[in-house]
């Protein structure tokens, strides 16, 4: 089988598994009542989402991996096992940061507070799972101490710190994607373009014989985030919840080590980024400041959301953004 044709397969599967799983999940965590809570802190208008079923994202996760695993067996049998490889790591090191998304989610509700896990815990928890994902990709696939630095075509000899480098890049994204998650469609959205990035990507590194493991990265990625904004898309009748997005992060972050270039997310996932600076500067700031504000509220789209802007003009905007910055980085980052 063509492995475009496997990828679009799989899209398609995943797609449908996805909007399936979700029209008979949402009514069993409604009864279950694992609805959101809403932080006091937080826009007063996002108070009538409290009680919005949360933890969706295992509508995604669980096609996502069954059609991820099944897809590995084929490319193992076809272009041998070691061509398999990044991509199983990859889905686990995806699953590991659902794991760790789904019992903070649970914390949260067991406590009825938007608060699970501290950040401490989260932080070890990520760094094992970003440990064993580099530890398994260097015995197998060879160690890696240098970065490619894209548009500039060049790497940089870190030695030693390339581990150090590599568990900050990890950590750093997955949480980034968990920020993004703050407005209905937005996570999604954006994650369903950086599957469309990889699925590029694929062929643009392999040429006419596509990278099998990227390619089908891309198409779990579109499948279940298409699917998932189904149900998500402004305005959401469930949110995927840290399970999700730290699920979603996980692959993201994964798939541009498979492609030996952690770099390039730092463009076509510009928006994630965003989020977590918008955080760092409004937390310095305030503390600098001794309590003034350098926006009306972090992460940056709540800022727009106070500045007027509507939640769906900001997944417009932001996927836009998204939308060029990954033609760019196709264009000019990839080799």
């Known amino acids: 089988m063509d492995k475009s044709i496997l990828a679009v397969a799989a899209l398609a599967v995943v797609f449908l598994a996805t909007v399936l799983i979700l029209k008979k999940l949402i009514p069993i965590l409604k009864s279950r009542k694992m609805g959101q809570k809403i932080l006091e802190i937080g826009p007063r208008w996002h108070k009538s989402k409290e009680g919005t079923p949360t933890m969706g994202g295992i509508a995604f996760i669980i096609p996502a991996v069954t059609v991820g695993i099944l897809a590995c067996v084929y490319i193992a049998l076809t272009d041998g096992v070691r061509a398999s490889l990044p991509l199983v790591f990859t889905l686990g090191l995806g699953l590991a940061g659902g794991l760790i998304g789904c019992v903070d989610d649970l914390a949260k509700l067991r406590k009825k507070q938007n608060e699970g896990l501290t950040a401490p815990q989260k932080f070890v928890l990520q760094v094992l799972a970003a440990g064993l994902y580099l530890l398994g990709m260097g015995l197998v696939l060879g160690a890696e101490t240098a970065v490619y630095i894209p548009f500039v075509g060049k790497t940089l000899e870190l030695g030693i710190f390339y581990w150090v480098f590599?568990?900050?890049?990890i950590t750093g994204i997955m949480n980034s994607v968990n920020l993004t998650d703050g407005i209905d469609g937005l996570c999604s959205s954006v994650t369903l373009l950086g599957g469309v990035f990889f699925a590029v990507a694929a062929f643009l590194l392999g040429g006419v014989e596509p990278d099998g493991g990227l390619l089908t990265l891309g198409a779990l990625l579109v499948g279940g985030c298409a699917g998932f904004l189904v149900y998500n898309f402004y305005p959401a009748r469930v949110f995927m919840g840290d399970t999700g997005s730290l699920f979603l992060g996980g692959l993201v972050i994964g798939g541009v080590f498979m492609m030996k270039n952690p770099l390039i997310v730092l463009v076509f996932g510009?928006?994630?980024?965003?989020?977590?600076?918008?955080v760092i500067l409004q937390v310095g700031f305030f503390k600098l400041t001794h309590g003034k504000r350098l926006f009306k509220m972090s992460p940056i789209h709540h800022h727009f959301e106070k500045c007027g802007w509507s939640e769906i003009k900001i997944?417009?905007?932001?996927?836009?953004?998204?939308?060029?910055?990954?033609?760019?980085a196709l264009l000019f980052g990839v080799n």
């Open 270 to 278: 510009f928006w994630y980024v965003l989020e977590t600076v918008s």
């Open 315 to 328: 997944v417009a905007v932001a996927s836009a953004v998204t939308a060029v910055l990954a033609t760019v």
């Open 166 to 169: 590599a568990v900050f890049m």
